[in-house]
């Protein structure tokens, strides 16, 4: 198949880890026979210094235009006066909501030879496999952002129909997967955790009966998150929310630099980024964990362009790149790790041996 990819290196780290995954990219469509053809543009911090904006239009339409957006991350001190009017993350939101993605998906699974590196006890990490699928263009994020003199405030939205549409493709997803959705906010508290709610409960009950769905509040999750991590399929939950705990959920799998996600909408262009920021602090040095961005590659392969068994196939290489023991930084003992480029090869050669060849495929 031929598919057109943009590339959006963004800030710190972003180039970094994007050019690990472009090359992971391209060895699969090697392999198989794809022709993935890669354009990247600006984003970010990179973009306010080259055009004075976070999102330039040409950036837009090209990623309205292709296939699949892959994304590194954006920010950095540069760019991080708090009385600035033009922002990195200006244009990561922009983007997302400019191309509708709604849902975000964060798959959560730690992988057994990297238990060591996460701070949660290994017998509670064990079988964890969970998916947090976050709402992604609503909420407190997009809300009216007001400061007047001593005061500010930022509002929190939600109408029915974006509830709905998150609801029902968090339950797509369990029916896929273990059919146990919980729903995550506080009811107690906020007026749209109760909309929330009632609306969570009436799409499965008239949508979804073979879907197990629970309630939690945002602040009990939290805590059940890392004492019983092994009881959670789905986790469904609203933009903040959903930001929060996924950075918690990352140290179950031991670091932010291993998980990936997926931004999509209605159509079939989805945004595919690692879930950890810009990093400035090794920005640079090519020490950065390139996994992350290259599990989000396969996330892309498999919602964007429909290429399952591609996208299992580096999903194996970076298992098997883990499981060789080819940690970054982050993962390995003090001064251990390796850089960016060693780990990205180490991938490359699992998946020569993780996928078959093009000629033995009928
Ligand atoms: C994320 C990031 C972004 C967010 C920032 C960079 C705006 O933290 O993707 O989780 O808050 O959505
Ligand atoms: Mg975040």
Not at 259 to 265: F, K, R, T
Not at 279 to 292: C, F, K, L
Request: hydrophobic share 45%.
């Amino acid at each position: 198949m031929q598919a057109e990819i943009i590339v959006l290196p963004g800030d710190g780290i972003g180039p970094e880890v994007t050019a690990a995954a472009v090359q992971v990219l391209r060895a699969v469509g090697q392999r198989y026979g794809h022709s993935f053809h890669f354009t990247e543009k600006l984003i970010g911090g990179a973009a306010i210094d080259a055009t004075g904006e976070p999102l330039p239009a040409d950036t837009l339409a090209a990623a309205r235009a292709a296939d699949a957006v892959l994304l590194g991350a954006v920010g950095g001190p540069k760019w991080s006066d708090p009385g600035a009017k033009v922002r990195p993350e200006q244009g990561l939101l922009a983007i997302r909501k400019a191309l509708g993605l709604y849902a975000n998906l964060r798959p959560v699974k730690p992988h057994s030879a990297a238990l060591g590196a996460s701070p949660i006890k290994p017998h509670l990490l064990t079988g964890v496999d969970l998916l947090v699928v976050r709402e992604l263009t609503g909420g407190i994020y997009f809300g009216r952002k007001e400061r007047h003199g001593d005061r500010a405030s930022d509002l929190c939205e939600y109408t029915v129909a974006e509830i709905e549409r998150t609801i029902r493709r968090a339950c797509t997803l369990a029916r896929a997967r273990r059919g146990h959705v919980t729903s995550v906010d506080k009811a107690n508290v906020l007026e749209t955790s109760r909309l929330w709610r009632e609306v969570a409960t009436r799409v499965v009950q008239q949508e979804f009966a073979d879907v197990r769905l629970e309630h939690q509040l945002v602040d009990s999750m939290a805590m059940h998150l890392l004492a019983k991590p092994r009881e959670y399929d789905v986790i469904v939950t609203e933009n903040m929310f959903g930001d929060i705990l996924t950075d918690e959920a990352s140290m179950l799998a031991g670091s932010l630099g291993l998980l990936p996600s997926a931004s999509l909408g209605e159509g079939r262009v989805g945004l595919y980024e690692p879930i950890h920021g810009s990093a400035p602090d090794i920005a640079g040095r090519g020490i950065a964990n390139p996994y992350a961005t290259i599990l989000s590659a396969a996330m892309l392969l498999r919602h964007s362009l429909e290429l399952e068994s591609e996208a299992r196939c580096i999903e194996k290489a970076v298992d098997g790149a883990l499981g060789a023991g080819v940690f970054t930084a982050d993962l390995a003992p003090a001064g251990r790790g390796v850089s960016t480029q060693t780990a990205t090869a180490a991938v490359l050669e699992q998946l020569e041996l993780e996928c078959q060849p093009v000629a033995m495929r009928d």
